[in-house]
């Protein structure tokens, strides 16, 4: 029950949202038209979203067959997290495309008893979410309680479901260890356990501005077919996510984070949050240069992203001149399906008197759209001081004596000695 402070406190909210715009990312409001939108920005808008999906898993489930029925659970296909909060979301866009609109505009045949049961519980006033306002706005909402009997029903017309999980975060509105921020909610558990337990398929779409605890994918091993973080693409994000799903463009995204077991395996997680102090007790061993020394915390790893095509990367040259190391690297899509692929070059320092990581991100590049056969040379290339290391002695950066390895993969670290 509210209180008559929580009211009073609601209603001083409402007149300043009035007054000055209410900040409500997730709010359907709409800019006057498509004529505002400058022309060819929603394509790429849409390019851009797509390409930027990252697919963790798939045993073969993805691309969707658009004239194979398939099965979409969760309410966020429909209440889509099309930003994250703060000023950048603050937005009123011409349109919103969700990923229910997305799917149905790509042709993809939706089991209709599900795309109805929840679109319909999802329009009722008491399960509408409510947005809140500036810096309370909702982590994500309440999921839809889910009959056994209409799981079964939806399995036995249809080999494959899709179950999307939401998320929101951002400006003013961090992440929090609480289920239904970082960690799935009881509901969205149990949602997974029904689809799983009935489907012969499922991919798990992950609708997030950040990565969420994914310790819940190894409880559910080989009944989880498929993994896809979609993010959060704007308004032409349910497009975006529908061509990556249907196979009209290629998943060619990478992790920029490194997805632990378990948040307390994060470096920082044991001194981050205090709003007066906070200790910076990881050093140089921040992300991918931590957990290359614990790979055993590790579920999926900096830069992981698969494709629905195949690549050989070759190495061609490797030359130092001016204080920049180049490498040429060619890549051909040796598979079936056209796509872009992204090459990671990562520097092997040698054991030296300073601290090191045990291997560097020197440089990073992606190839054009290849077709299947095709082929492109990559140049990548890094500066000496990105090799470099800081000497608190001397307070400088200094680039140890011996020999620097380089490798265009994503191996397993070694160091030479």
């Known amino acids: 029950m509210s209180t008559l402070k929580d009211r009073m406190a609601k209603g001083i909210h409402a007149l300043i949202d009035r007054?000055?715009?209410?900040?409500?990312?997730?709010?359907?409001?709409?800019?006057?038209?498509?004529?505002?939108?400058?022309?060819?920005?929603?394509?790429?808008?849409?390019?851009?979203?797509?390409?930027?999906?990252?697919?963790?898993?798939?045993?073969?489930?993805?691309?969707?067959?658009?004239?194979?029925?398939?099965?979409?659970?969760?309410?966020?296909?429909?209440?889509?997290?099309?930003?994250?909060?703060?000023?950048?979301?603050?937005?009123?866009?011409?349109?919103?495309?969700?990923?229910?609109e997305g799917l149905e505009e790509a042709g993809?045949?939706?089991?209709?008893?599900?795309?109805?049961?929840?679109?319909?519980?999802?329009?009722?006033?008491?399960?509408?979410?409510?947005?809140?306002?500036?810096?309370?706005?909702?982590?994500?909402?309440?999921?839809?309680?889910?009959?056994?009997?209409?799981?079964?029903?939806?399995?036995?017309?249809?080999?494959?479901?899709?179950?999307?999980?939401?998320?929101?975060?951002?400006?003013?509105?961090?992440?929090?260890?609480?289920?239904?921020?970082?960690?799935?909610?009881?509901?969205?558990?149990?949602m997974l356990d029904l689809v799983t337990a009935h489907f012969r398929q499922t991919a798990v779409i992950l609708n997030d501005g950040s990565v969420l605890d994914m310790s819940w994918t190894e409880r559910y091993g080989d009944r989880l077919s498929a993994i896809l973080y979609v993010w959060q693409g704007g308004m032409e994000s349910g497009h975006a996510a529908a061509d990556v799903l249907t196979g009209r463009v290629n998943p060619a995204g990478r992790l920029a984070d490194t997805i632990a077991k378990r948040y307390e395996e994060y470096p920082s997680s044991g001194n981050f949050g205090g709003l007066a102090h906070n200790d910076y007790a990881e050093g140089i061993y921040v992300g991918y240069r931590h957990f290359d020394r614990h790979p055993e915390t590790v579920l999926y790893p900096f830069g992981s992203g698969l494709s629905?095509?195949?690549?050989?990367?070759?190495?061609?040259?490797?030359?130092?001149?001016?204080?920049?190391?180049?490498?040429?690297?060619?890549?051909?899509?040796?598979?079936?399906?056209?796509?872009?692929?992204?090459?990671?070059?990562?520097a092997y320092p040698p054991a030296g008197y300073l601290d090191k990581p045990l291997r560097v991100l020197a440089a990073f590049g992606r190839t054009g759209c290849l077709a299947p056969g095709e082929s492109e040379t990559l140049t990548l290339s890094c500066e000496d001081k990105t090799l470099a290391s800081f000497d608190e002695r001397t307070h400088r950066f200094v680039l140890d004596a011996g020999e620097y390895r380089f490798a265009a993969d994503e191996g397993r670290p070694e160091r030479s000695r």
């Open 19 to 100: 007054a000055m715009g209410n900040g409500l990312m997730q709010e359907e409001v709409t800019a006057e038209g498509t004529r505002y939108v400058t022309p060819g920005i929603a394509a790429l808008i849409r390019q851009a979203g797509a390409e930027s999906c990252v697919l963790l898993k798939n045993d073969g489930m993805l691309p969707l067959d658009p004239e194979e029925e398939t099965a979409v659970f969760g309410r966020c296909q429909a209440d889509w997290f099309y930003v994250g909060y703060g000023s950048g979301g603050d937005v009123n866009p011409p349109y919103r495309v969700n990923l229910l």
């Open 308 to 346: 629905y095509t195949t690549f050989d990367v070759q190495p061609e040259s490797l030359a130092r001149a001016d204080g920049q190391v180049t490498a040429q690297v060619a890549v051909t899509n040796t598979g079936s399906r056209p796509g872009h692929h992204a090459v990671l070059l990562w």
């Open 108 to 190: 993809v045949r939706l089991y209709a008893p599900v795309r109805e049961a929840v679109t319909a519980w999802a329009s009722r006033e008491e399960n509408r979410p409510d947005d809140g306002y500036w810096g309370h706005w909702p982590m994500s909402y309440p999921e839809m309680p889910l009959s056994e009997n209409l799981v079964r029903e939806a399995a036995a017309a249809c080999r494959k479901a899709l179950v999307v999980i939401g998320r929101a975060a951002g400006e003013d509105r961090e992440n929090t260890l609480t289920k239904g921020s970082y960690y799935l909610t009881d509901e969205e558990t149990a």
